[in-house]
C-alpha cells in the first residue's frame, strides 16, 4: 500500500491507517498525506476493536476528503467501503491476498460482493475469491511488486548458501520442512548452510528441532534484519527456498510470494512449493524449482541440485532477475491506477 500511495501520480491521495510504534517518525519522512485512526501511543487491546476503530474513522475522513475511489487494502476495512460507497457515493476496489479469506470466509463474501471491483495478486487468489461469491468480471489479477536492487550485486559467499526470508509465523511457510531436507542438503553438498532470516513465535521451536538433527553448524537463524542487511544476504546466497504449502484446512497459505520475487531481483533461483499462489511467482525450470512442499526429499533434491550445479543456478538466477523487471512497482502501480481510475469514472 505504501508503494501504491508513492508511485499513483495520476491521483491525489490520502492514506487512513493505525497507529502503531514509531508511525509519527515514518510519516515525517513521507511526502504523503497520512491520516491515523486511534490516539498516538494507545493501542487497542484486540485487533478487532482496532479495526473498528479504523473502519469507523475511514467513514469521518471520507465526509471530509470527499474521495472518488477507494482502495481497501485488506478485508477488515471492507465494511468502511462499503458504507462510503452508500454515504457518498464513492465506489470501493477491494484487495485480496489469499489467506485472509481463508481466516474470514464470511467476510471475505461481504467484501468481494459489496466492491465496485477487486484486485486479486494471483490467479490462486482470483480462484479463492469466486469460491466466496466474486464475480470474475470484477475481479482484476495484479501481482504484487517489488523493489529492484539499486546497487549491483556483491559478491557470492564462499560456502555454498540457501537462505529463506519470512516471519516466522504461519508454519505453512515451510521452515519446518527445510530443516528436515537439511541433512540430505548436506549430504550432497558439503559445507553447505542455511541461513533464516525473520523473527517470530516459531523461531525457539525451530531452533530446537534443527539442533537435535544436529544441524548447528549449519542452520544459522539471523532474526528481524533491516532492509539493507536483508538484501546483503540475499547478495551473497546462491539458492533462495520457501517451501510454502497449504494450510491444514487445505486452502490459503501463500497468496503470491512477493519475497520469491525479491529473491530474484537478487539473481537468486527459487525454490517454492507448487501450491498456492507461488506457481504465478515462480517459472518451473525457467526462474527456479516448484516442488511437492509436504516432502523433504522433494526439497532437498532440489536445493541441493541448485547448490551443486552453479551454471543452472546462475541460468535460472539471471532469468528471474530479467523477470523481476516487469513486477517493479512502477510497472504494478500504474496498472491498479488504471483500476482505480476506471472504476472512478465507468464509461
Same mark, same amino acid.
Do not use: F, H, K, Q
Given at each position: 500500500m505504501h %508503494? @501504491? &500511495?508513492l508511485l499513483t501520480p495520476r491521483l491525489t491521495v490520502r492514506v487512513l491507517t493505525r497507529h502503531f510504534l514509531g508511525a509519527s517518525e515514518f510519516d515525517r519522512r513521507q511526502e504523503l498525506d497520512i491520516r491515523r485512526s486511534g490516539t498516538p501511543g494507545i493501542t487497542s487491546r484486540s485487533n478487532a476493536g482496532s479495526n473498528a476503530w479504523l473502519n469507523s474513522s475511514a467513514l469521518r475522513e471520507a465526509a471530509r476528503f470527499r474521495p472518488d475511489v477507494v482502495l481497501s487494502g485488506h478485508i477488515v476495512t471492507s465494511p468502511a467501503g462499503w458504507a462510503i460507497a452508500r454515504a457518498f457515493g464513492a465506489p470501493s476496489v477491494q484487495y485480496l491476498h489469499a489467506d485472509e479469506m481463508r481466516g474470514r470466509p464470511r467476510l471475505a463474501a461481504f467484501a468481494v460482493k459489496h466492491a465496485a471491483a477487486s484486485v486479486a495478486v494471483s490467479n490462486y487468489t482470483k480462484g479463492m475469491a469466486v469460491d466466496h461469491g466474486a464475480d470474475p468480471e470484477r475481479v482484476s489479477v495484479i501481482p504484487n511488486g517489488v523493489d529492484l536492487p539499486a546497487a549491483p550485486l556483491a559478491e557470492r559467499a564462499a560456502k555454498p548458501t540457501v537462505v529463506t526470508v519470512a516471519r516466522l509465523e504461519q508454519r505453512y511457510k515451510g521452515h519446518d +520442512? $527445510?530443516?528436515? &531436507? $537439511? *541433512? &540430505?542438503?548436506? !549430504? %550432497? +553438498? *558439503? #559445507?553447505a548452510e542455511w541461513l533464516v532470516v525473520g523473527e517470530g513465535s516459531l523461531r525457539a521451536e525451530l531452533e530446537r528441532s534443527a539442533a537435535v538433527r544436529g544441524l548447528d553448524g549449519a542452520v544459522h537463524f539471523l532474526g528481524s534484519l533491516s532492509d539493507e542487511d536483508r538484501d546483503a544476504v540475499l547478495d551473497r546466497a546462491h539458492v533462495f527456498a520457501m517451501p510454502s504449502r497449504l494450510p491444514p484446512e487445505g486452502t490459503g497459505g501463500e497468496g503470491f510470494g512477493i519475497v520469491y520475487l525479491e529473491a530474484a531481483a537478487h539473481g537468486l533461483p527459487v525454490v517454492a512449493g507448487n501450491v498456492g499462489g507461488a506457481p504465478d511467482a515462480v517459472v518451473h525450470g !525457467?526462474? #527456479?524449482?516448484? +516442488? /511437492? *512442499? !509436504? /516432502? *523433504? @526429499? &522433494?526439497v532437498a533434491d532440489a536445493v541441493g541440485e541448485l547448490l551443486a550445479e552453479r551454471e543452472v543456478a546462475e541460468r535460472l538466477g539471471r532469468a528471474g532477475a530479467e523477470r523481476a523487471r516487469g513486477f517493479a512497482w512502477p510497472v504494478i502501480a500504474r496498472q491498479v491506477e488504471d483500476l482505480l481510475l476506471r472504476v472512478a469514472s465507468p464509461g
Open positions: %508503494r @501504491l &500511495a +520442512v $527445510m530443516i528436515r &531436507a $537439511m *541433512p &540430505a542438503i548436506c !549430504e %550432497r +553438498v *558439503p #559445507g !525457467e526462474t #527456479g524449482l516448484l +516442488v /511437492d *512442499p !509436504e /516432502d *523433504p @526429499l &522433494a
